[in-house]
């Protein structure tokens, strides 16, 4: 038994869709539900996450790395999206002293 | 021990980990939850053969986006006392939403048909350094390098962003 035969040994392609895709609405439920900036973007993170997930199943059941490469470039994605946001977050929490989304109404006007 | 039994209960660890991320209070834990679910995606990672991903998921998530993440929310001192509170009523709609989408995901996929079998492919080394490296540097080259352009252009949006601007708006 190697690990590299985990779609040869009786797990189905289908166990990792129904997972990624748990992920991904557990995520959608994060970010309707929660009103901390922060952690909306944790949550996409995770959404992020299931994604590359499902990618990474799919090219190892197909045999093709592409879909490995894939992941990389969301990755880097990711990791500019977080740091923008982040700044984006510090310098809205300099303003307003709070990081609830509800209270982010200042151009309501 | 089968790899299905080892499958089903990472991944069983990985739906509970990102179910506390969004149900914990403290937004710290909420932060360390994610660290947990990012271990648990690697590891499934690992179980696919995926070892590049599986290390650079660590290293870029766990290791580097996580910690910031953590800064920041030491940075602003965030309490668990001034957390906001969202109403039971938006909550459960929320959750409804979330249950509809993952119907209509699965529903979808359900009829999707999968075309190539697995067991043509025997030798499952795609995940290694050397077959990855040698993809990216020839078929996603280009790719590769605007992705350095978009990490430039991250990194002075972000020092734009955080710099402390002169006057500030009242």
């Known amino acids: 038994m190697t690990l590299a035969g985990i779609f040869q040994s009786g797990v189905s392609i289908q166990f990792y869709m129904v997972l990624a895709t748990l992920l991904f609405s557990i995520g959608a439920v994060g970010v309707l539900v929660r009103r901390n900036a922060i952690i909306l973007l944790m949550c996409i993170e995770l959404m992020l996450n299931s994604v590359n997930l499902l990618l990474v199943a799919f090219s190892t059941y197909f045999g093709k790395a592409d879909g490995q490469i894939f992941v990389f470039f969301i990755m880097v994605v990711a990791a500019a999206e977080a740091t923008v946001g982040l700044s984006i977050l510090v310098m809205a929490y300099r303003n307003l002293r709070t990081t609830d989304v509800g209270l982010f109404n200042k151009l309501k006007g | ?170």
């Open chain 2, 1 to 170: 021990m089968s790899l299905e039994l080892i499958a089903t209960i990472l991944g069983g660890l990985t739906v509970g980990s990102a179910l506390m991320v969004v149900l914990s209070k403290h937004p710290v834990r909420s932060v360390l939850y994610l660290v947990l679910t990012f271990f648990m995606i690697s590891s499934n990672y690992i179980l696919m053969n995926a070892q590049f991903i599986a290390v650079v998921n660590i290293i870029v998530y766990a290791g580097a986006i996580m910690v910031l993440f953590l800064f920041v929310l030491m940075l602003l001192n965030l309490k668990q006392e001034n957390e906001p509170r969202t109403s039971f009523l938006i909550k459960i709609a929320s959750v409804l939403a979330g249950g509809a989408l993952f119907t209509v995901f699965i529903a979808a996929l359900k009829d999707g048909v999968v075309i190539a079998a697995s067991s043509v492919v025997e030798a499952n080394d795609q995940g290694l350094v050397q077959n990855l490296g040698q993809l990216l540097f020839t078929k996603y080259v280009l790719p590769f390098e605007v992705s350095s352009v978009l990490f430039i252009a991250a990194m002075v949006g972000a020092v734009m962003l955080a710099k402390r601007e002169k006057q500030m708006i009242d």
